[in-house]
């Protein structure tokens, strides 16, 4: 699976920004964003299931992320709202081939076995 994400940039805080994620190559059975900061580790965002759109939300982005699928066109995006400082990082979109089950740990890097090159967001203050 070759993953690209789009769609990241500048913006001040408050404002939304949308990201997005291109799949091609093999299926697959569920699309995750993963963001890191400088000098902190990979933090887990959001999670979609691609057949049925089942979602998971990491804690500190619920309510204000949205992930959502486009299966037409293969691609997975992520709607960010009231963008805040901390929330500066480079997104990754990951891609998983794991049977879809609920108490799977959705959160997890190791779950995802291929992975886009990132974008930047930076939310200025």
């Known amino acids: 699976v070759q993953l690209q994400a789009s769609g990241g940039g500048l913006v001040q805080a408050g404002e939304s920004l949308r990201l997005s994620c291109s799949a091609s190559?093999?299926?697959?059975?569920?699309m995750g964003w993963f963001r890191q900061a400088l000098g902190k580790e990979r933090e887990f965002v959001s999670s979609?299931?691609?057949?049925?759109?089942?979602?998971y939300y990491g804690d500190s982005v619920k309510g204000q992320f949205t992930t959502s699928r486009h299966r037409a066109e293969f691609t997975v995006d992520l709607q960010m709202n009231r963008l805040k400082p901390e929330d500066t990082a480079v997104y990754y979109c990951?891609?998983?081939?794991?049977?879809?089950?609920?108490?799977?740990?959705?959160?997890?890097?190791?779950?995802?076995?291929?992975w886009g090159q990132g974008t930047l967001v930076t939310v200025s203050s």
């Open positions: 990951a891609a998983t081939q794991v049977p879809l089950e609920y108490d799977r740990n959705w959160s997890s890097p190791g779950l995802y076995d291929y």
């Open positions: 190559g093999r299926p697959f059975t569920a």
């Open positions: 979609i299931w691609w057949n049925n759109g089942v979602t």
